[in-house]
């Protein structure tokens, strides 16, 4: 049983991601010659951006294009809320790690790794992964 409201766990959280990016920040150099967009929800991204830039010294920007407490704000780099928005931010990337819905929004010379998320691209790319590109969805 939680006595927290929604809002004060997602202060927590903020607080909890922010403050160990102090010690994690100086442990680390960044290369900031790739720019590398991670598209979607803003905690998940959020999470593999740290990985990204820990495990392979890449700098890497959140996207976040849902509808999303402001608490959260400070998980992301930018917020885009439409195709448009989307794409011109996109322009910019030289790697992009989205839902596979988004590539067709990318320009030809992004490398694009999709990560398919439920929400998204829903059950298609489930069914992509089990039984391959030309499979049937029931």
């Not at 959140?62 to 402001?70: G, P, S």
């Not at 790690?97 to 439920?118: N, T």
Request: aromatic share 8%; charged share 30%; hydrophobic share 40%.
């Amino acid at each position: 049983l939680s006595l927290t409201s929604p809002k004060e766990e997602a202060e927590a959280l903020v607080r909890e991601l922010k403050l160990s990016d102090d010690s994690y920040s100086m442990a680390c150099e960044v290369r900031d010659d790739v720019m590398m967009w991670l598209v979607g929800e803003p905690v998940t991204m959020y999470s593999l951006k740290r990985s990204i830039e820990k495990e392979y010294g890449m700098r890497a920007r959140v996207l976040c294009t849902v509808e999303a407490d402001t608490l959260l704000a400070p998980l992301w780099d930018a917020k885009a809320l439409s195709e448009e928005e989307t794409e011109r931010i996109l322009s910019t990337a030289d790697m992009v790690v989205a839902d596979p819905l988004y590539e067709w929004i990318c320009p030809e010379r992004v490398k694009f790794f999709g990560l398919p998320h439920v929400a998204f691209s829903g059950r298609m790319m489930v069914y992509d992964e089990i039984c391959g590109k030309n499979c049937q969805i029931i």
